[in-house]
């Protein structure tokens, strides 16, 4: 009869047994998300278990050392901190030997490291899975003699089940965060390829990679090649900006990494003499080399409050994205220098256009028996198109209009050489011819290789009604007298090309009423989307239709058909009328 009562006491104990069990297996398989997994692992134990203070170490291969991955009742300085060797202390030596070890007084074992005064009993199990250790259970109690062989015994067989979970919960999150990674790339290459403007770029980077590796500090620096240093270009620390100063290339972590073109890791920032102080609680830092077609143009660096935080995980999925990141970052940082230069092109072709602005006015100055009228359109902001007139004191006038080759500000730089001589010249050789070979010697002693200025010059007599005129390579002028076009033939060679050069004179009769046209090639050779010329035809039909007209409105008719033939000019317009009163 007794022994049928202890029967029953046991198969109802193994019945229990196997319950709770069966639980264990049920709770730790419901989840592969680690940090539930290892709560609802606390919990459980303590259900039959009680414990004052529980820790769930977990062991690293790389490091080759036991860190808390969970726990209860441990201050936080210790959950952070606490790096076990195998062999050290109790946990290590458990780890070590693969076999739980329970101490009933930890005041008489050597091995106890002491996180808390108040414990008395600990016991550490070791897990195991697929013949690897996983880590340690680590159960505490303030009282002596706390656990007995019974609950190491059970202990065993709750971690056995636990390991495999655990180890199934790691190996998911790596799946996870590669699957990430992988999801992150897609999504690298083609935001990041669309973003130009740096500052932005480097704040997306962030955040990005905020989203992969929870990071404390993050800073990508830019490689000075002058200065043989790496410039601080953006860093963040708490969501906050902050500065950091220029790293010399080889010096820092940073410079390391930039030197050697590899990923530096640091595990303790204390124990490496290479680390520079910026932040006292960083104890862990990785930097990774931006390389953009063989070339160090950066670092990118993160920084941790966690001694060995960054994993090999980490490095592999920093390494993936170093490359498209770099590629990003140098795209940007060309598109900001590209886009520097044309603010400062631009500030330049302002201050030149307001230079030339006042060199050559829109409003033409009173000509004694000329109505008179120009307008010039630069095709680039500037213009290579000249024109002046200089009166002489008996009341003559001397007219100027050219064209200097190319276009742009060079042209423009060579026509201001072209107006300083003009008037240097000009009040003193009166006759055009005579001024021609003044202006053309002035060039070819001055020579600019692939520059020349084309060039017409008329000296109008109003009291004659006399034109008198020569030409270096210019268009020549349109003559309107009763509607019709009248033929003027005069020619010569540009200035600045050939050397003792002499140029003929041409005398015009004037009429009142006759209308005299100037204009530059960019009239002429002015293109419609299916690449016609506007040409001279077109331009004396505009001109015989509005000859009447004064020669303001004549100018607004031609550029109003120019504008109708096509909006888009490639080359200076410019167009002078003189019409003789």
């Known amino acids: 009869m007794q022994a049928s009562r202890k029967a029953a006491v046991r198969f109802r104990e193994r019945s229990e047994l196997l319950d709770f069990l069966l639980e264990v297996s049920a709770v730790t398989s419901a989840t592969l998300d680690l ?41 936080d300085e210790v959950v952070r901190n606490l790096s076990i060797a195998l062999g050290e202390g109790i946990t290590g030596s458990a780890a070590l030997r693969r ?52 609950d190491r015994a059970l202990l065993r067989l709750i971690a056995a089940r636990v390991a495999i979970q655990i180890d199934n919960a790691r190996l998911y999150r790596r799946v996870d965060r590669q699957n990430r990674t992988l999801k992150t790339l897609v999504h690298i290459s083609h935001e990041f390829s669309s973003i130009l403007d740096l500052n932005e770029l480097l704040s997306t980077i962030a955040n990005t990679m905020r989203g992969l590796i929870n990071y404390d500090a993050f800073s990508i620096l830019l490689v000075d090649q002058e200065a043989k240093a790496l410039r601080h270009r953006f860093s963040i620390r708490y969501d906050e900006r902050v500065n950091i100063d220029n790293v010399p290339l080889g010096k820092g972590i940073t410079g390391a990494a930039a030197e050697s073109r590899e990923v530096v890791r640091v595990h303790d920032t204390n124990k490496d003499p290479r680390y520079i102080a910026s932040h006292p609680d960083i104890r862990s830092e990785v930097a990774v080399p931006l390389i953009a077609q063989d070339r160090v143009v ?50 330049d072709l302002a201050a030149a256009r307001e230079l030339q602005r006042v060199l050559m006015p829109d409003t033409c100055p ?82 600019v290789e692939a520059r020349y200025v084309t060039l017409f010059v008329a000296l109008w007599d109003p009291a004659a009604r006399q034109m008198v005129m020569a030409n270096a390579g210019a268009l020549p002028p349109m003559i309107c007298r009763g509607g019709e076009i009248l033929k003027v033939r005069i020619e010569g060679v540009p200035l600045g090309l050939l050397d003792n050069r002499e140029y003929e004179e041409v005398s015009f009769q004037a ?20 690449g016609q010329e506007f040409g001279r035809g077109r331009l004396a039909t505009v001109i015989r239709t509005h000859c009447a007209l004064p020669a303001s409105k004549i100018v607004a008719q031609i550029l109003a058909e120019l504008d109708k033939f096509s909006k888009v000019a490639f080359d200076d317009q410019t167009v002078f009328v003189l019409k003789v009163k």
């Open 99 to 150: 076999e739980p070890v329970l101490v009933d007084d930890v005041r008489n074992d050597p091995r106890y490291l002491n996180t808390a005064d108040v414990v008395r009993t600990e016991m550490a199990m070791p897990m195991t899975a697929r013949g690897q250790l996983v880590g340690v259970i680590d159960l505490q109690s303030t009282r002596v003699n706390a656990y007995s062989e019974y």
């Open 511 to 530: 009429e009142s009423g006759d209308t005299i046209v100037l204009y530059s090639d960019g009239v002429t050779d002015h293109l419609n989307p299916a």
């Open 298 to 347: 950066g670092v990118m660096d993160l920084e941790s409050n966690r001694v060995g935080f960054f994993t090999d995980d980490h490095v592999r999925t920093l390494a993936l994205l170093a490359h498209q990141i770099a590629s990003s970052v140098e795209n940007a940082r060309l598109y900001e220098e590209l886009a520097t230069r044309e603010r400062r092109m631009e500030d």
């Open 35 to 75: 940090d539930h997994l290892l709560a609802n692992v606390a919990a459980i134990v303590h259900k039959v278990l009680p414990y004052d203070l529980f820790a769930i170490l977990l062991y690293s291969e790389r490091r080759r050392d036991l860190r808390i991955r969970y726990a209860v009742g441990h201050r």
């Open 366 to 447: 009173d000509i004694v028996g000329l109505d008179s009228a120009v307008k010039l359109r630069p095709a680039r902001g500037i213009s290579g198109d000249i024109y002046d007139i200089f009166e002489h004191r008996d009341g003559q006038t001397l007219i100027t209009f050219g064209d200097v080759s190319g276009k742009g500000a060079a042209a423009a730089l060579y026509g201001g050489l072209m107006g300083g001589l003009l008037r240097t010249l000009a009040p003193r050789r009166r006759r055009p011819a005579e001024l021609m070979r003044a202006l053309n010697e002035a060039l070819i002693e001055r020579k």
